[in-house]
Structure formats: C-alpha cells, structure tokens
C-alpha cells in the first residue's frame, strides 16, 4: 500500500508539473505537501523558487533552466525514501534538495552514499546531518540543539525557572531534546517535567493536565505546527498559562494559522535573519524579488528556502556547463566564504554545517513574528 501511494503521490506531482522541455538541471525535492507539515513545506518551497525563477529569468546557469521536480512524501519516511529513489534512479536528477524532517532526511542517506548524489539544504536542523560530516550533505540552516539551548538560557534570563519539555517520539525530537538538556545543564536547572508524545497520533489529554498540576512557567514543544497548536489548546483547557515555545521548524506563516487565537505571544527560533528588514541583504533581495512578484512579502519559512536555493544555484554555477553529481559534490566542497547575503558559508569535506545564526521571536497581536 505505501509503495501504492508513493507512486501515486509521484505521478500526480510529476503530471501537475508539466516539466518544460528546456529545462536541463533536474533537481528533486520530496516533502510532505499534504500532511501536518504541508504549510511549513509551501512556504519553504515558494522562498526556493523565488530565487530559481529569477535565475531561470535570466538565462538560467550556464544557459541551462533549473527544474525543481518536486513530489509529495505526506511526512511519512517511507514514502520519503521511495520518492527519492524514483527521483535519484529513474529521473536522474542531479541533486535532492529541501526536503522536510529528520527521520525523512535520515531515510535518504543510504541513497545518497550508493548512488553519489549530494543532499542540499535539507529542512531540518539535525544534528546527526552535521556530525559526523556525511559526504553528500550539505547543510545550510543552524541546528536544532543550538536553537533549543538558546530557548532555555533565554528563558532563564527573564527569571523563567520551571520549564517543562514536551518532545515529539522521533529522530527529530531525540536529537532536539539534547540541546534543551545542555540548555539546563548550562543554568543549572532541571526540566519540572520531560515527556513525549507520538508523532502520527499525538494525544496531549493526559499530558496537558500533567504539565499544569508541575507548574510549568513556560513549556518548550519540539514537534511539528499541527501538534503544538493541538497541545497549546490541550494546556488552556487544562488551565495551564504556560508560556508556549518552539523551534524554527514551525517559523512559518502556516504555524501562525494553525494557532489561531492561541498563537499571541508564542516564542519561536528563528535561523534568519528577520524576514521584514531591509538591513540584511539576504531579506532585501528576498523582498524585492517578492515585491516584483505582487506579493506583500517572505515568511521566516521563505527565507529558509530563498537561501537554500541561493547555495543550490552556486553549486550548480560552480560546477560547470556539464555538471554531474560528483562534480556538483566538488563544487560545494569548494564553496568558501560564499556569501548569501550578509551571511557568509563555507564547505570542506571536514565541514558541512553551513550556517550557524539563531536567533528568537515573538508571534504578535496582528498574528506576525516580531523581534
């Protein structure tokens, strides 16, 4: 059945694309289009291709389109793996590109190493993609830990010392969890409460009550937007007031809906720059691109993927007019200094972690991050 539905998801993604016949660099991306991640994904998807459009404008890289084949995994792992294998085997494609999740990620190493082809810019902070450095992936957004230990040292500046942590049952939430411990290692403070919650079915009915009854003053949720919007709710009706945090991974638009009136004030990592200031140079070009466009402007999401598709075109130019996957690899190796925008990156066969900004925000009364 799963093999089933990801040919089916393919299909339809690869029907709804209508690849032109120009188009020579074949870039593939599987991610969950559908599913509770399904917001997060269009936005990064929508900041990627803001960039490859304009590029394409151009002329493209060495007179050459970039097609993003894009296809739908539903967040599940398996359907992640599948998907790529058709990407990898049957479309050729140079190279995988923004894909969502950790334990989906995790899910393509294997093909990675057989089949040589490089794994840019995966959505996700994981630290277990940076250490040890896998040969085909090449990082581009901060970790996961980082952002977690930053959350809890920030919340112990501002005299928040009961601070319970409620982690997603997966690869994600494991290694995101490390951080936060390293966060209370760091301030001398233990969690008032560590539990976990199913990825596919989360259910916060006993855990909601149990984070009240601690006394909680913040609670920091690692999982994805569907599942903190669902515990948020899960803690009001619970009576807790708990300040709400989490991770970038739900530093999208998408997250703010999903929230809804429970979204006020809720405090999310960010690693980009703030995506309505034109003092950065990375989020000015985003915006003038977008402007251009009639949009009224790039989520935190976008940028994610604005940058990334920054770092997949220099690769690309890099590379040559013939580019292959081994001379894509080299390329990225080769990348030193590069800067996106006001933000520098550098590779090495050593080094793959890209960039390593973090930074918090705070989702407003007019339902808009602010910083």
């Not at 120009?22 to 969950?32: E, F, R, S, Y």
């Not at 990898?88 to 190493?109: D, W, Y």
């Not at 007031?241 to 929230?259: C, E, K």
């Not at 200094?337 to 520098?344: A, C, F, I, P, T």
């Amino acid at each position: 059945m799963k093999q089933y539905l990801g040919a089916l998801a393919l299909a339809a993604t690869m029907m709804s694309i209508g690849a032109p016949a120009a188009a020579q660099l074949l870039i593939g991306q599987t991610a969950g289009f559908t599913g509770p991640v399904a917001a997060g994904v269009k936005e990064n998807t929508d900041g990627a291709k803001l960039y490859i459009d304009s590029i394409n404008a151009q002329g493209g890289v060495h007179g050459q389109q970039i097609q993003l084949v894009s296809t739908d995994d539903q967040f599940d792992p398996a359907l992640s793996a599948e998907n790529a294998k058709t990407l990898i085997v049957e479309k050729r494609v140079l190279a995988m590109f923004l894909g969502r999740g950790t334990p989906h990620a995790q899910a393509l190493l294997p093909l990675l190493t057989e089949h040589r082809v490089p794994m840019i810019a995966p959505s996700t902070g994981a630290m277990a993609l940076h250490k040890p450095v896998h040969p085909y992936v090449f990082n581009v957004r901060a970790t996961y830990q980082r952002e977690a230990e930053r959350m809890i040292r920030h919340l112990s500046l501002v005299s928040v010392d009961r601070i319970a942590v409620l982690q997603v049952d997966d690869s994600f939430g494991a290694d995101a969890v490390q951080g936060a411990v390293a966060g209370f290692e760091a301030i001398g403070k233990n969690p008032a409460m560590l539990a976990k919650f199913d990825r596919s079915q989360p259910d916060f009915s006993q855990l909601a009550p149990q984070v009240a009854k601690s006394g909680a003053q913040a609670v920091l949720f690692i999982g994805s937007a569907g599942a903190v919007a669902e515990g948020t709710m899960a803690l009001r009706k619970a009576g807790s007031m708990a300040q709400v945090v989490t991770l970038s991974n739900n530093a999208s638009s998408g997250f703010i809906r999903a929230m809804g009136d429970y979204g006020r004030g809720t405090i999310v990592s960010q690693v980009f720059p703030y995506e309505r200031s034109i003092a950065s140079p990375l989020v000015k070009e985003a915006l003038e691109l977008a402007r251009a466009r009639k949009l009224d402007g790039v989520s935190p999401a976008m940028m994610e993927g604005f940058a990334a598709a920054k770092v997949l075109v220099e690769g690309l130019r890099r590379a040559g007019p013939n580019p292959t996957r081994e001379r894509l690899v080299a390329a990225l190796n080769g990348i030193n200094h590069y800067d996106v925008g006001g933000m520098d990156i550098s590779y090495s066969t050593t080094d793959h972690t890209g960039l390593d900004f973090a930074d918090l925000s705070i989702i407003g009364p007019d339902g808009k991050f602010r910083r």
